[in-house]
């Protein structure tokens, strides 16, 4: 990687490449370029990539082309169907220059990540699983968690380009380490989000008002940054999504084919579950409240 442009102490002439403009796509890219580095974007849906452009983002007309126009490549997409879509069914790691380096940040079974990192390898290109732990404020503001597995040299050559979207980016272990990670602290939210509303349905159903039972959840020990972002949802009883269920079922459905969830995770999976069946999943995650309420409305 070239030395002769710096920006707060970080190699910026590493030219990006960038896949997915999604809901948490868009401010992660955008990081980037801010951050002074050169940035490739396509997306399915190209005016998506426009605020990028304005910034002087360049636009590519197709994956081979953003590809070899790109020393690391990024992607950002919904599931492990989509990445093997592009990684796979599209080719981009048999077509690609021996030594570029691949960077999944979206969250997908471990087992996917682990079967690209097998073809990478067999093309002779470099591939890091990197799924990132925050939404969409936190990708904003540039304060993600981002859980690497792969090669340890690998993640070294390129972990200067993961600060400027992170406070902090974590190097696991082998490929399929960040996934796993991924799925493990989701686990945790799913779990944490569905007791935050079994709490204050129990309290309520005893005549105790939410504001009182989230003001006590928010002041005691238990008190956490989640309930405390969600306690404005759940009093207004509006759920626009932050992070969406459906996201947080297909989370716990890969954890769940992982390994055998233990008791309290095989019950968020299902609540999860039967609140996407529902239709709640393009509500927040903290929508699992209506599931447990009875409430199947996706009404907001």
């Not at 990708?139 to 968690?145: E, F, M, V």
């Not at 690998?154 to 190097?171: A, C, D, G, H, R």
């Amino acid at each position: 990687m070239c030395m002769n442009r710096r920006t707060k102490g970080r190699d910026v002439c590493v030219k990006i490449g960038w896949i997915g403009l999604g809901n948490m796509g868009i401010p992660m890219a955008l990081n980037l370029v801010k951050a002074g580095y050169e940035l490739t974007f396509y997306n399915r849906t190209p005016d998506k990539g426009e605020e990028l452009a304005e910034l002087g983002a360049k636009q590519a007309t197709s994956l081979t082309e953003l590809v070899n126009q790109s020393d690391v490549i990024f992607t950002m997409v919904s599931d492990d169907n989509a990445v093997k879509s592009i990684y796979i069914e599209n080719g981009i790691l048999s077509q690609a220059e021996a030594g570029k380096v691949f960077i999944d940040m979206s969250t997908v079974s471990p087992q996917t990540s682990q079967f690209i990192y097998n073809t990478a390898l067999e093309n002779g290109v470099k591939y890091l699983d990197a799924p990132v732990s925050g939404s969409v404020q936190p990708a904003k503001d540039g304060k993600l968690l981002v859980l690497v597995g792969g090669e340890e040299e690998v993640y070294e050559q390129v972990k200067s380009i993961f600060e400027p979207m992170s406070k902090l980016s974590i190097y696991l272990g082998n490929s399929g380490a960040g996934s796993n990670a991924k799925l493990a602290i989701n686990l945790l939210l799913g779990i944490t989000v569905q007791g935050i509303a079994e709490s204050v349905l129990f309290a309520e159903k005893q005549g105790i008002k939410q504001e009182d039972m989230l003001t006590i959840i928010n002041e005691s020990a238990v008190g956490t940054a989640i309930s405390k972002m969600k306690t404005p949802s759940i009093l207004k009883n509006e759920f626009p999504a932050a992070f969406a269920l459906k996201h947080m079922a297909k989370d716990l459905r890969l954890a769940s084919e992982t390994m055998e969830l233990q008791a309290v995770g095989a019950s968020a999976n299902k609540t999860y579950q039967r609140a996407l069946e529902k239709g709640l999943g393009e509500l927040d995650v903290m929508a699992v409240l209506k599931e447990l309420k009875g409430d199947g409305s996706t009404s907001l």
